[in-house]
């Protein structure tokens, strides 16, 4: 049997285009396909009268074995199988075993059909992977995505796309429905207008829109979409659908809090701005802008204070700022000035806080400064105000003391005078008394004259004050004074120009000068005749006029507060009214100069006379 | 004025008081009340803080005696009744002498820096109040306390 049959079989079996293999009772490979033995090339399973069992590994199995026992019985088995080829290649088979009768039914063995599906298993596997991975990143990126046949009018959605419009998984949409999910008004029209497009004039689309789900929810939504063509025709439409709520809601509350911010800073009556490690503007607010004069922040932004302000003030401002970012510590409350290119000088109350990184590095400073000009102003005023309040009450003291002393004095020798006359008997002592009387009289009326000088100068504290020339001044008041120098054998030097002239009131530029000359001359050293010299020098804010002479001087270390005071007197002098250099400081001071002295015993006096220059 | 040599001569017989004021009418009125208190006074007067010290110093030099009661005017000329005052203080060597301030001021000030000097100072040191009528009862005594 065995050798009649052979035969046939063996040549129709090579033949057959498929790797096919006749087993007989006995698992022995009776005849196998050319294409058998191609695909198990030259290994033992091609062998004839080799054993099967051992076709997919050499140990053999009992499952392999059952399954063509089952075969033998009558039945048609089949199932995958999985091997690895003599070169380590491994390879998935799909076989295939049939009852194996002769003509009489009888059963021989098994047809035993293989087929390399290798290809297939890993089509399969990648596919797999594929499809669960694009699960897994529709689950986190929350991307569904739909398709649309145009010729039979179906829709159909993802998982994701279904559970973002929070329907069931068994929901069967419609271009209709669909569409009817997009929030009513711009939602709803632009993605009816966007599908029409999509269908009809073949555009593509992308945007962001907002849906109201099954559950009445309103989502943020990016729909996309694109048409397929085939045979040049737009047969379906397919594209993701996107929930972007929470990104749009992030978006919103970051750029309603930058908002706030903005509107915040931008509005608060303080100049706001940060600045980077380089002291660099990376931020300013709008009173800021103002400040330094630009509409636009963009303006300033980038520049340095270097760009923006004096050198020095940039200077002093940089180094803050660096003391801010290095000890991470702020300054506040710091009084600085601002001067700009211009010259234009403001003050400010300044803080400067650290600005640090999440990492508590430091990024940069955060500046905020308050304009203080105005305060300033006040202060200044304020002080100015105390200053005159304190030189007007010190003044009001020294009067009231002098009136107190003085007027009480005279009076006083009146009473005693008055008393002692009337207690008095002898006629000769009577007219000595009643002469003393008299004299107590003359310094009363004296001292009443004296006081009404002062009193004058302090009340016209407003008189008008008029570019004199000097000189002339000097001039007119030496005619005077002619009769004493020449008693005197005294000398003027005047080394002043014709050309100075200096503001004053022309009474009081007189009596000034009258009574500094006439000191000089009073004055004078008993052992030597006087010289006297007349200088003046040119200061930002005053002229200066001094003179210089050679007298008795005063010892200015004893007197020196004093010098100026009322009826101070310091040399035994008969003429001595301590009042000249009083009233003369009072002139002085009424228009708004100042008078100083220098002084030796013995060597002479040097007084110098501030003018104020300003108006 | 009378000259040192005078005062020498007369030391032994007349208590010594010094009138220390720029103002003549004081001078007269008080020599005047003073004449009333005792006729055994040698009154020297001094128009200024600068000569009284001057004389006080010499004869503290020479070891003679010194003024018993000294009136002293507070405005003068060169040298003032405070500077005087604090001069006068300073000396070592001097007996407990009086000290009568003569001043038409009703200054508080005034007051306070005598009131200062009193409670300070080992000399009996008066305020009085211009104007004079006369010396009471404890000047004299005073006066005669010393002599």
């Known amino acids: 049997m065995k050798a009649i049959g052979t035969h046939v079989y063996d040549y129709l079996v090579q033949q057959l285009p498929q790797p096919i293999a006749l087993i007989n009772t006995n698992f022995e490979l009776v005849t196998a396909s050319r294409a058998w033995k191609d695909y198990f090339e030259k290994a033992n399973q091609s062998v004839i009268g080799n054993t099967i069992l051992k076709l997919w590994d050499t140990t053999g199995s009992t499952l392999w074995e059952k399954q063509l026992r089952k075969s033998f019985n009558g039945h048609i088995e089949s199932g995958i199988q999985y091997w690895t080829s003599e070169e380590g290649r491994e ?7 049939t009852p194996w009768r002769d003509a009489n039914e009888n059963i021989l063995g098994a047809i035993l059909k293989v087929e390399d599906v290798s290809d297939q298993m890993e089509q399969e596997a990648k596919y797999e992977k594929l499809e669960s991975l694009l699960r897994d990143q529709s689950e986190i990126t929350k991307v569904g995505i739909w398709e649309y046949h145009i010729d039979t009018d179906q829709l159909s959605w993802s998982e994701m796309t279904k559970k973002i419009h929070e329907v069931p998984l068994d929901f069967v949409p419609s271009v209709e429905t669909g569409i009817n999910f997009y929030k009513q008004g711009h939602s709803r029209n632009t993605i009816a207008m966007l599908i029409h497009n999509g269908i009809h004039r073949g555009i593509a689309w992308n945007e ?21 063509y085939q045979n040049n025709k737009i047969t379906r439409l397919v594209g993701t659908f996107q929930d972007v709520t929470q990104q749009v809601a992030q978006e919103i509350k970051t750029r309603e809090s930058e908002q706030l911010l903005r509107t915040l800073v931008d509005n608060l009556p303080l100049n706001v701005f940060i600045k980077d490690l380089e002291s660099r503007k990376v931020l300013v607010n709008k009173a800021e802008c103002d400040y330094l004069g630009v509409d636009d922040p963009n303006a300033v932004l980038g520049k340095s204070d270097f760009d923006l302000y004096e050198n020095d003030i940039a200077q002093i401002s940089r180094d803050e700022d660096l003391q801010v970012i290095k000890t991470q510590q702020p300054i506040l409350g710091k009084r600085t000035i601002g001067v700009k290119k211009n010259g234009n000088s403001t003050p400010f109350l300044t803080s400067k806080i650290p600005w640090l990184n999440l990492k508590g590095e430091s990024k940069g400073i955060i500046g905020i400064s308050v304009d203080i000009s105005e305060i300033v102003q006040k202060e200044n005023q304020l002080k100015d105000l105390i200053n005159v309040t304190a030189i007007q009450n010190k003044k009001l003291i020294n009067f009231a003391h002098i009136v107190s002393h003085n007027l009480r004095s005279h009076t ?25 009387l008299g004299e107590a009289s003359d310094n009363l009326m004296g001292t009443l004259e004296n006081l009404n000088e002062v009193i004058d100068i302090s009340t016209n504290v407003n008189l008008e004050r008029k570019s004199l020339n000097l000189n002339e001044q000097i001039t007119k008041v030496m005619q005077n004074l002619s009769a004493i120098l020449q008693q005197n054998h005294g000398k003027v030097v005047n080394e002043i120009s014709d050309q100075v002239h200096v503001k004053a009131v022309p009474a009081y530029l007189e009596s ?18 006087p010289e006297i010299t007349l200088t003046s020098r040119w200061e930002k804010e005053h002229t200066i006029f001094s003179i210089k002479d050679n007298g008795l001087g005063i010892d200015l270390s004893r007197y020196g507060n004093k010098l100026f005071g009322m009826y101070k007197t310091f040399h035994n002098n008969k003429d001595a ?22 002084s030796e015993v013995n060597v002479g006096s040097v007084f110098s006379v501030y003018f104020k220059n300003e108006a | 004025m009378l000259d040192l040599s005078s005062v020498y ?20 009125g008080l020599r005047k009340l003073l004449a009333k208190v005792s006729e055994d006074l040698l009154i020297q007067e001094f128009n200024n803080g600068k000569s009284a010290l001057d004389a006080i110093l010499l004869l503290r030099e020479n070891k003679q005696a010194l003024p018993e009661v000294i009136f002293l ?75």
């Open chain 2, 73 to 147: 005017d507070i405005n003068m000329p060169i040298m003032d009744g405070w500077t005087f005052l604090e001069e006068f203080l300073k000396l070592s060597g001097i007996p407990s002498t009086t000290i009568k301030i003569v001043t038409s001021s009703i200054d508080i000030r005034d007051r306070k820096k005598w009131e200062s000097y009193a409670n300070t100072s080992k000399h009996q040191i008066d305020f009085i109040t211009k104007p004079i009528y006369e010396l009471d009862l404890a000047d004299m005594t005073n006066l005669h306390k010393v002599s």
């Open chain 1, 512 to 529: 000034i000068l009258f009574n500094l000359l006439t000191n000089a001359v009073r004055y004078r050293h008993p052992d030597r005749t």
């Open chain 1, 208 to 228: 962001k829109l907002q849906v109201v789900t099954a559950k009445g929810n309103e989502r943020w939504v990016i729909a996309a979409g694109k048409p397929l």
């Open chain 2, 9 to 28: 001569t007369l030391r032994m017989k007349h208590k010594s008081v010094y009138i220390i004021d720029d103002d003549s009418i004081t001078i007269f």
């Open chain 1, 577 to 598: 009214r301590g009042i000249g250099l009083y009233i003369t400081k009072n002139q002085i001071e009424a228009m708004g100069g100042t008078i100083m002295a220098c």
């Open chain 1, 412 to 436: 006083a020798n009146f009473a005693m005078l008055l008393d002692i006359l009337v207690k008095e008997k002898e006629d000769v002592e009577k007219e000595r008394i009643l002469e003393m």
């Open chain 1, 91 to 97: 390879r998935w088979c799909k076989w295939t075993t």
